[in-house]
């Protein structure tokens, strides 16, 4: 019944509209579209499934799927990505289907990625759970299943480099308005991300520390998250596990493993609020790099023993 008195009373909705993902450095793709072809002859394919909020009924359940590569045109390397988001809350279901594309150039060690993406968003909401009791005939509350979309328009730039990164990006540009039935109406407000993170090796060649931060905000409310995760590295396996801080928010706690370019996260979010520590959030992740160039010029290559 809140849920529908926030969206179907209120002029305009007030929180972010985008859910956040607290493995945010692990889906770089959900965030900027300037990173899609970052990877040198990699297909990057991410997952990620988030349970908000336990314990409550009806609390938000998100997944994102999407995937990036780079590609050759005319002698520039360049990257095309992929998403799917899909987020349902209460009685209602967010839904978004996107493309992204990004210019590629090397700047001294690093790459400089600028990418626009485009999609359509989707909104619906379904009031067959709505129990009104005796007053079934209120008007105030929509009786049929109604639904909505607009073109969703963002772009942002993404910078690599061996030792750090850094990016921007901005979501929603064309602030869409979705109405669902005659009566009620959406608005989207733009939102705007900013990630960097710093990779610090230690006097010990297996063990690394990566802080990171990400900042979003929609100019009416703001989160910044502060990260430091530790790194071991054993041969091609990478163990690591971090602490995330959000000021008035939250603490997350997070763990990963990388095994032959799969790479496994989990993440659990505990509210510093009255919500409560046993109300939180579940994270989980996983991440593929496959190898593009399986058509390499040495790869059935032989030698005759008389010319070694």
Not at 73 to 97: D, H, M, P, T, W
Not at 124 to 150: K, Q, R, V, W, Y
Not at 225 to 246: A, C, E, M, P
């Amino acid at each position: 019944m809140i849920l529908v008195c926030l969206f179907f009373c209120a002029a305009g909705v007030q929180a972010q509209f985008d859910a956040r993902f607290s493995q945010y450095w692990a889906v770089p793709g959900y965030y900027h579209p300037g990173w899609a072809g970052q990877t040198d002859n990699k297909l990057n394919i991410y997952g990620s499934y988030g349970m908000q909020l336990m314990g409550f009924t009806h609390a938000p359940r998100v997944m994102y799927f999407g995937a990036d590569m780079p590609f050759t045109l005319f002698r520039k390397q360049q990257g095309a990505g992929v998403g799917f988001f899909n987020e349902a809350i209460g009685l209602f279901r967010n839904q978004r289907f996107w493309g992204q594309y990004a210019y590629q150039m090397k700047i001294r060690k690093g790459k400089l990625g600028i990418g626009l993406q485009a999609g359509i968003l989707n909104i619906s909401f379904d009031p067959s759970d709505i129990n009104l009791g005796d007053e079934t005939d209120d008007e105030a509350f929509p009786t049929t299943a109604e639904s909505g979309t607009a073109v969703d328009i963002g772009l942002g730039a993404y910078y690599s480099h061996p030792q750090f990164y850094a990016a921007f990006s901005a979501h929603h540009l064309t602030a869409p308005r979705i109405s669902l039935g005659e009566k009620s109406q959406i608005k989207i407000h733009p939102i705007v991300y900013l990630t960097g993170g710093y990779n610090i090796q230690t006097r010990n060649p297996l063990i690394s520390i990566q802080p990171s931060m990400q900042l979003q905000s929609d100019f009416i409310s703001t989160r910044l998250d502060l990260t430091g995760r530790l790194f071991y590295t054993y041969r091609s396996k990478v163990l690591s596990g971090g602490l995330t801080y959000s000021p008035d928010t939250s603490v997350t706690f997070s763990f990963g493993l990388t095994v032959q370019g799969v790479t496994l996260g989990y993440a659990y979010e505990c509210f510093t609020s009255k919500i409560g520590a046993a109300s939180g959030s579940h994270d989980l992740m996983v991440r593929y790099a496959l190898d593009l160039n399986v058509f390499k010029k040495s790869r059935n290559l032989h030698k005759s023993v008389r010319i070694l």
